[in-house]
């Protein structure tokens, strides 16, 4: 007969949960059933054999579910429901393998089960929710008399106890063993982003995710390396992923997942399919409602087939009231179209086709399906395997007869490797089919859909290394907005272009993501914000972002603070451009944040050492990138403000350029000489050289340490000279040096660079630069005062290396320390403004004096909250420049957007003169608002005295008469021109005294310390 091995009491129900050592699992209603002493109590509902030959040693009930959990001695935790009726419902099992003999379950408060049991000797608790270990002892086996007990400390730790007893002589134990752990992590201490999920969630790489919405909720369904499948709810409020149900684990990894919603039936409510698919060819599919999760198909070729033999892809569509098309692909290259029907579950599936062919036999990667008839009964199928190729089908599916009718329409190759993810989307008759591959370029293609059917190609363009490394998942979110990411660990927005010419676009600096080994991505449109796209990016962990949908953003754009920078540059004598990683963006080359994980090692001279073929490769890449990149427009701008023709500044006298750009983009421009009046403060990608004095110091020793021992010893066996092969430049990419045979390097200063040869070529550099400074302000400062002046135009300069937005602080500062009219205008779409701790901190009146665009709005009252006016806010949904349009000449807005301003010098004083005016004083440079205004005072009058403007009430008025004065236009009216210039030089300077009292009160106050630093580093791209 059977025993009772394990019970637990249901309290809330006043039930009891009762298993025995034949497997079964039985439930007692103790408030309907009479007791008797004497009469047998059968059991209201009961699950024979739910562990098979096998004792079931231990019962678990989680109430917020209804899930009743059960352990037994062979290796496998199932998952019941307690149905309202109070009837028992298997809903899967979970295998176990760590501990063959489970004697312990647990439902923690979060909802996590954890297991106890033996393996061997050794006694292991585990939480399966987390796929964590929680404790390992070895304690003699299950057959040694034993008891454990768990106690909770508080919601993160646990201590836990174990004690064994024995007798060699049998009988009576003699000996009590006890075995106790100190406070334990409930989970795994990691260290999660911001926009990371707060759980380990998988205990492996995630291999699949798919986010769909139903009834109102965020659900995503995952699986991942270590078997494990779950399904999850995002909660957009608190940026929450919590696992809801951990469904029946698969017998090897699993390898892609998918879901499709179909819309409310007779109930209202919505339902979901989700289905994975992994080794051993092993499918499952679930049904997802109100009422819960349902297994509705699983099936595994277990035992005949290989585990290498595997779905790779899935996807699915609805068709009709419960019923939804499945595609999977393989690793043989099998393309199968199956038929579930949720409503019928465990029914075998319709095989509908096992094989579309027409794609060679290589192993399927990726797959998309999309309808094209309004009845659900017509799809476009895309399916990319690992010879790089797409194949796009037509789909005829005929519900009521079961069968389906397809066509190959069209085979392409965009990917010199496996073609690692592909979406399509179908508008207006037109499909689009984007797909990311192993060799990290980015193809679109368009097509139009005939009648008949057949695919007539309308575009299509293919962007060669659109990311540093493979690009694993491609999403839409219309015909013209794209997402990619990859092993680059960057989320990018793309926009593509038919017309004029088919392109293919940046829309936005990608967002550097924490999952590394990334595998997959999903997207869906957030419930709470129409303008939002909710994307979920898996891999060595898991990320949920919030990014904009369809690329539209409000861009806010100030056309006083425009004209005041187009004003100060038509009237400088002197310009300084300083430009940095951002400056080379629209040219396809990438920054500091777009780099891969590899860039910092090979920016190291020691990677030549370690690896000289991969610095090499790298290093010729790279400067090969940066021969064939082309002169954005931005660029030709700056020539021909500079460069002396038609539409040129027209006072300039000088002007130079100070980079950390190592592109040579700059020295091609023939205003700076052709490179003569360019610092490049780490060097030239574009020149390669010896790299024999790279092992010594700065001081000509040896550097220390093995391989720099080994180094210096190939050096002097080659011969290397440092008066020949350190002055001779070599072709770029040339692997050894000409004259000693050792290897070659780029004329690049890199992390940790001790090499004097490069040094040298950078001092050099910098020591005509800072003679140019020299005579510059000399220029600006002896002159009669206001007569000259110097504008800094810093061009896309970030934080993470701020050694360029130094440089241009030292300068407006010692020139504006010496009484000449110096100012600074930011273009920068990310860091606007002074950045604390970044920026070089210098006395407060000093920089306020500058003129910092970026960050500031004004309204016609004085000081504003951060925001322009009204007026001044305009929607762009097309690419934002991260430079200047083709016909910009000055430009920077509150948000450091560029919009064009004039074509050339006579339209300055056109439109928006007069409120220009209102903003700024006679020369421009009281425009540091404090973006930190409280709009109660504004709203309420109250303006507090020191953040009142000083403005003049007469500029406005003079207006037409100061802007011609500027810019020469007096004609013949020399005698008018001279009064003019006469009556603003006494203005000024009655100005200047006022300010210089000003300055030389504070300066008794505080004293400026600047400490001058070299920074070896290698800047952003």
Known sequence: SPKILSASLYVQGVGLFAGENRGTLSFFDLTTVPLSPSTPTPPTSQLPHLHPDSHLTNIAYDPKRRLVYTVGHNSTLTTSTLTSSLSLSHNFNTNIPFAPALTHLYVLPSSDIVVGGF????????????????????????????????NFLSPTSFTAQLSTASNNNGGDP???????????????????????????????????ISL??????????????????????????????????????FECSVRAVCASV?????????????????????????????????????????????????????????????IHLVVTGDSRGRLQVIQIDVNKPRAPPLILSNHLSGLTSRPILSLSIVPVSTDNSKFILAAGNTAGEVGIFHLAHDVSKGNLEYALLETCKPHQMGTNDVACKFEADTLTVVSGGDDQALSVHQFKLTLTPTLQPLSSSTLVNASTSAIKSTLIDDASTIYTVGYDQRLALWKYSATP????????????????????????????????????????????????SSGTREIEIDPRSIKAAAKLLFSATHVLVTTGAGMGKDSGLQTFEEMSEDYRDLCDPSALCKTPEKFHDFWKAFSKQYEDADLHDGYRVIQRLLGGGEGALPKLESSYCYTSNVDGMMRRLPCF????????????????????????????????????????????????????????????GEKFCSCCGILNRPNVLMFNDTDSNVIRDVDEAREKYQKWEGNMEDDVVGVGEGAKSLVILELGCGVHVPSVRKEGYEVLRDVRERGGKAHLIRVNLKDQGHVEGKDLDVEEGVISKGLEFGNYGVDEDGPADGSPDKESKKHESERVSSLMNAEITAVVTPKGVMKKVFEGGDNVEEEGEEEAGEAYDND?????????????????????????????????????????QQFGQYGDDEDVKQKHIKEEEEKEEEERKKLEEEERAKEREKEIEVVETRELVFDDF
């Open 262 to 322: 179909s819309p409310p039936g007779l109930s209202g409510r919505e339902a979901a399919l989700v289905v994975a698919v992994g080794g051993k060819l092993e499918i499952a599919a679930y049904g997802v409602a109100r009422g819960g999760v349902t297994l509705v198909h699983k099936r595994t070729d277990s035992g005949t087939k290989e585990i290498d033999h595997r779905m790779n892809a899935v996807k699915s569509v609805h068709v009709d009231e419960g």
């Open 673 to 732: 000489s052709e490179g003569e009046r360019v610092c490049e403060i780490h060097g030239f990608a574009g020149e390669w050289r010896c790299s024999g004095a790279m092992g010594k110091t700065l001081g000509g020793d040896d550097r220390m340490g093995k391989m720099w021992e080994d180094w210096n010893k190939r050096v002097e066996e080659c011969g290397s000279s440092p008066f020949v092969c350190g002055l001779a430049k070599e072709d770029v």
């Open 174 to 208: 003699s000996t009590l063993q006890v075995y106790s752990s100190p406070s334990t992590p409930l989970t795994p201490s990691s260290t999660f982003s911001s926009h990371n999920l707060n759980t380990p969630y998988h205990g492996s790489t995630v291999h699949g």
């Open 212 to 249: 769909f919405s139903c009834n109102g909720s965020i659900l995503a369904i995952s699986g991942a390396e270590d078997c494990t499948l779950k399904l999850s709810t995002y909660d957009e409020v608190t940026a929450q992923l919590t696992v809801s149900h951990e469904l029946e684990r």
């Open 501 to 548: 010419e088919p392109a293919i676009t940046a829309f936005s600096e990608p967002t550097l993501l924490s999952v590394t080994d990334v595998s997959s991505a999903s997207i869906v449109p957030s419930l709470r914000s129409p303008d939002l796209n909710i994307v979920a990016v898996t891999g060595d962990g898991a990320e949920i972002l919030a990014v904009p």
């Open 924 to 964: 421009g440079r009281e425009l540091q608002f404090d973006d930190g205004w409280d709009k109660a005072q504004e709203e309420e009058g109250e303006v507090p005295q020191e953040r009142q403007l000083e403005i003049d009430d007469d500029w406005g008025d003079n207006m037409d008469e100061e802007i011609p």
């Open 119 to 150: 393996q061997s000797d050794n006694f292991i608790l585990h939480n399966i929710t987390q796929s964590y270990q929680l404790m390992k002892i070895n304690c003699g086996g299950w057959r040694q008399a034993h008891d454990f007990r768990f």
